[in-house]
């Protein structure tokens, strides 16, 4: 993301505005997610804003997509069959922004 482009990679980990960032982003996820596929209300407009006043390219939410399930691989013991359907999830939802 451009406005993190400045924080050493080293820093990130511990940046205040990455972890606020990140606590939103998973926010929205779960928003997202709660709606079971009902979700074009709540994306219309982070799609729009992503796309037009942040100008975040969509290969960044595949990108964050991956980097999510890996996480939670990791921290959460996100088992095969969760990071397929994580990544199904997040591959409808990615389609949609499109």
Known sequence: F???????????????GVSAHGATVLK???DL????GAHT???????????TKHKIPII????????????M?????????GQTALRNVMAVIIADME
């Open 41 to 51: 209300a709540l994306l219309k407009p982070l799609s729009s804003s992503h796309a």
């Open 28 to 30: 929205k996820l779960g």
């Open 60 to 71: 960044n939410f595949k990108l964050i997509a991956e980097v999510i399930g890996k996480v």
């Open 2 to 16: 451009p406005k993190f482009a400045g924080i050493a990679h080293g820093d990130l980990a511990g940046d205040a």
């Open 33 to 36: 997610l709660k709606a079971r």
């Open 73 to 81: 691989e990791e921290k959460a013991g996100l088992d095969a069959a």
